[in-house]
C-alpha cells in the first residue's frame, strides 16, 4: 500500500551521519546514527522519515529521489557565533584584540549606516555560509539598525533559520560607532518587534561586551530579556587576558567578568558567551548552573593570540557547560566549520587532550543547535525537524581522494577515519550541496535548485 503522495513529498539518498546524543559524555557509538546506504523523505520541508533505502524503496517508489552515490550527508552546519559586518576585513594583519578592534573593526562597522552597503555585504555574507554548509548562525550586525534590518532581509529571502541583533556599545569607542543606553534599549525593543520569530528569523540582545557597555546599558539590556523572554543574549566574555583585566578596572565591585554580565541579569539558559578562553573554574560552574552557552572560536583565538579553549573544563562531568563552534569572522580566518573543527583538534592537543571527529561534528550539528536552544528545531534527522542538510564530498581533492579511497564507510570505525581526515583536510570544496527547508539552495557544480 502506497503513501497518499502530493508534489512537496521527495526523497533523498545517500549515506547518512548524525547524532542522537552528546559523545562527551556518552560512549561516542552510541551518540552516532549512520545508514551507509539510507534514505530521508522530506515533505513540505520538514522530515518524515528516515531508514536504510532497502526498508524505505518501496514504501516511497512513486516520489522523486535525488541520489548522491557516495556522499556524506549531515544536518546544516550551526556556527554558533560570527559577525556578519567584519566579512569584509577577513585576514587583517598583526595585532591583538583591542588593538584589532580599534585599528580595523570600529571603523570597517562605520559603514553599516548605509543600507545598500549593509545589504551587499548581507548577501555576500549568507552566500558564503551556504557555501560552506552552515545553515544556522548567531550573528552580529552593527551598531545600527540598518545593518539588522539588510540582514534579516536578506536571510529572509533565503528562508533561513538565523539569529542576530543591533550591536549595543555606549562607551570605548568612536563616537561614531556608540549609542547611549536609551537609544539601544528603545532600537533594540523596536527591532524585536519588527523581526523577532519573522519566517524562521530569532533576535539576540547584543551587547558587545562588557568593556564597551556601562552599567546602564548592561542592566538595560537584562530588562529587554525579562521584557522578551524567548530572545537570546549574545556578547563576549573572557576572551584575552588584557580585556580581562580591563573588564575587572571598569567593574571593580564585580567578582569577575561573569559576574559583570550575572548581575545584570544577562546570564540564563538562551544567552551565548562567545570564547570564554580565560574563564576561571567557578565560571564555568555558574555557566552550567544557568545552563548558558559558549561559543567555542579556536581560529579566532589562534589569529589573535588570545589563549587555548579547554574543552576538558568546559565539558566535564561535574559542571557541563553547552558549547558550539563559532567561526567568529573576521577575527575567525575561514567560514568553514571544517577548518574550525581542524583548529579546535589542535588547541585541544596542545592541552594533551583529544577532539575525535564524531565530537567535533557533533559540535557543528546537534551541539550547536542545543548550545541555541533549537535543538527541537534542528541539528539532526529526527521526524519532525525543518529540513536543512549538507551532502559532503569526503574526496573533494586528489589527496582527499588519496586518503579516503573507499566510499562510503561500512562501519563506525571506518566512518570516524573519514570523517577524521574531513575534519583535517576538508573545507569550502567538499561541500557538495546545501538544502534549506528541503530545497536545494546552493550547490558546488552549479546544478540549478528543482
Not at 520541508?45 to 524503496?57: F, M, N, R, S, T
Not at 545593518?147 to 562607551?171: H, P, Q
Request: proline share 4%; net charge negative.
Amino acid at each position: 500500500m502506497h503513501q497518499n503522495l502530493n508534489a512537496s513529498l521527495h526523497g533523498i539518498r545517500g549515506s547518512f551521519l548524525d547524532f542522537i546524543a552528546d559523545p562527551f559524555y556518552q560512549v561516542e557509538q552510541d551518540c552516532v546514527r549512520y545508514l551507509p546506504d539510507g534514505l530521508l523523505i522530506l515533505e513540505d520541508g520538514y522530515i518524515k522519515a528516515l531508514g536504510a533505502y532497502q526498508e524505505l524503496a518501496a514504501q516511497y517508489d512513486k516520489i522523486p529521489i535525488t541520489a548522491y552515490p557516495n556522499r556524506l550527508i549531515l544536518p546544516g552546519f550551526v556556527d554558533t557565533h560570527i559577525h556578519y559586518p567584519q566579512t569584509e576585513m577577513i585576514a587583517a594583519y598583526g595585532e591583538q584584540l583591542l588593538e584589532w578592534l580599534n585599528q580595523y573593526t570600529f571603523p570597517t562597522e562605520a559603514k553599516f549606516k548605509d543600507p545598500s552597503y549593509a545589504r551587499r555585504i548581507a548577501d555576500c555574507f549568507l552566500d558564503e555560509l551556504l557555501k560552506n554548509g552552515t545553515t544556522t548562525a548567531l550573528v552580529f550586525a552593527a551598531v545600527f539598525p540598518e545593518s539588522v534590518d539588510a540582514f534579516f532581509e536578506a536571510a529572509d529571502r533565503r528562508n533561513l533559520r538565523m539569529i542576530a541583533g543591533k550591536v549595543m556599545m555606549d562607551r570605548n569607542a568612536p563616537d561614531y560607532i556608540t549609542d547611549t543606553a536609551e537609544s539601544s534599549y528603545e532600537e533594540t525593543k523596536e527591532l524585536i518587534r519588527k523581526w523577532h520569530h519573522k519566517g524562521r528569523l530569532l533576535y539576540a540582545v547584543t551587547p558587545r561586551f562588557a568593556i564597551t557597555s556601562t552599567e546602564k546599558q548592561l542592566k538595560l539590556a537584562g530588562q529587554l530579556l525579562q521584557e522578551f523572554p524567548d530572545v537570546y543574549l549574545h556578547t563576549h566574555l573572557s576572551e584575552n587576558t588584557k580585556e580581562v583585566a580591563f573588564v575587572a578596572e571598569l567593574f571593580p565591585q564585580n567578582q569577575g567578568y561573569l559576574d559583570v554580565y550575572d548581575q545584570a541579569g544577562l546570564v540564563g539558559e538562551r544567552s551565548v558567551f562567545a570564547h570564554g578562553v580565560q574563564l576561571t573554574d567557578a565560571e564555568f560552574r555558574r555557566l552550567s548552573e544557568a545552563k548558558a552557552a559558549i561559543a567555542c572560536c579556536p581560529t579566532s583565538n589562534l589569529f589573535l593570540g588570545s589563549g587555548l579553549f579547554k574543552f576538558h573544563q568546559a565539558k566535564s562531568p561535574e559542571h557541563p557547560v553547552k558549547v558550539g563552534l563559532g567561526t567568529d569572522i573576521g577575527a575567525g580566518t575561514s567560514f568553514s566549520l571544517l577548518q574550525t573543527a581542524n583548529e579546535a583538534y589542535k588547541v585541544a592537543q596542545l592541552q594533551g587532550q583529544s577532539l575525535s571527529a564524531f565530537k567535533s561534528l557533533y559540535l557543528a550539528t546537534l551541539g550547536g543547535a542545543e548550545a541555541l536552544c533549537l535543538e527541537d528545531k534542528i541539528g539532526n534527522f529526527e521526524v519532525g525537524k525543518e529540513a536543512d542538510l549538507i551532502v559532503l564530498d569526503l574526496q573533494a581533492t586528489p589527496l582527499m581522494q588519496l586518503r579516503n579511497p573507499h566510499l562510503p564507510a561500512q562501519s563506525l570505525g571506518q566512518l570516524a577515519e573519514a570523517a577524521f581526515a574531513l575534519t583535517m583536510m576538508g573545507d569550502d570544496r567538499a561541500i557538495q550541496a546545501t538544502y534549506i527547508m528541503g530545497r536545494l539552495a546552493y550547490d558546488r557544480d552549479g546544478h540549478r535548485p528543482v
